[in-house]
């Protein structure tokens, strides 16, 4: 009888393993170099970060479209991912908050840049921006509570109108490198607060 290495099932399981580390590397990879060079930076450049040659990426994503749309949701999916974890090991739900908005102010930067490249397809990113809401708002709403319930925060404020508050904050980085949407999304963070007492 054929060992579970002999029937090829045991292999086959570690190659998709490899295969998706190295999606997400790629994923990864993208997203940075879209940050630092644009949504139309050349595929070289990701793959040189990636460490893949340019074939890998092509397997993976033939257009860059496809790429687009997969580093945006890989992109939701890591924030999204990281609210529970973030707040199981800050020292406070508002330090969680806080941690948790910087990684989705990370995301709003090359978000634009993904919007813009997405314009031409309306309805792929009136999908995508749903996505982005389901998956985003119930984590955003998870820390507030936390927050509120720890005394840290002001009760009343609504997960959606705090992300677009932030969303809105971050639309003029691109065309102004003056201006420091985290600063003033640290003000918008401490205006949570309550007040301590003395």
């Given at each position: 009888m054929p060992t579970a290495g002999q029937s090829g099932k045991a292999p086959a399981r570690s190659k998709r393993a490899d295969a998706l580390r190295n999606e997400q590397t790629l994923l990864a990879a993208a997203a940075?170099?879209?940050?630092?060079?644009?949504?139309?930076?050349?595929?070289?450049?990701?793959?040189?970060r990636a460490g893949v040659g340019m074939g890998t990426i092509y397997r993976h994503f033939p257009t860059r479209a496809d790429l687009v749309v997969a580093v945006y949701r890989h992109q939701v999916e890591a924030c999204a991912e990281a609210g529970p974890s973030l707040l199981a090991g800050a020292d406070s739900p508002f330090a969680a908050l806080r941690q948790w908005v910087d990684l989705f102010v990370d995301f709003l930067v090359t978000k634009h840049g993904l919007?813009?490249?997405l314009q031409s397809d309306s309805s792929g990113f009136a999908a995508l921006h749903t996505y982005f809401l389901d998956r985003l708002l119930p984590v955003c709403a998870q820390?507030?509570?936390?927050?509120?319930?720890?005394?840290?925060?002001r009760p009343g404020t609504q997960a959606y109108e705090l992300m677009r508050g932030i969303g809105n904050l971050c639309?003029?980085?691109?065309?102004?490198p003056r201006y420091d949407p985290r600063r003033l999304v640290d003000l918008l963070l401490h205006g949570l607060q309550r007040p301590q007492s003395t």
């Open positions: 940075e170099v879209f940050v630092t060079s644009g949504i139309d930076a050349p595929i070289r450049e990701i793959a040189a919007a813009n490249a820390l507030l509570d936390a927050a509120v319930d720890a005394g840290e925060i639309v003029g980085r691109d065309s102004d």
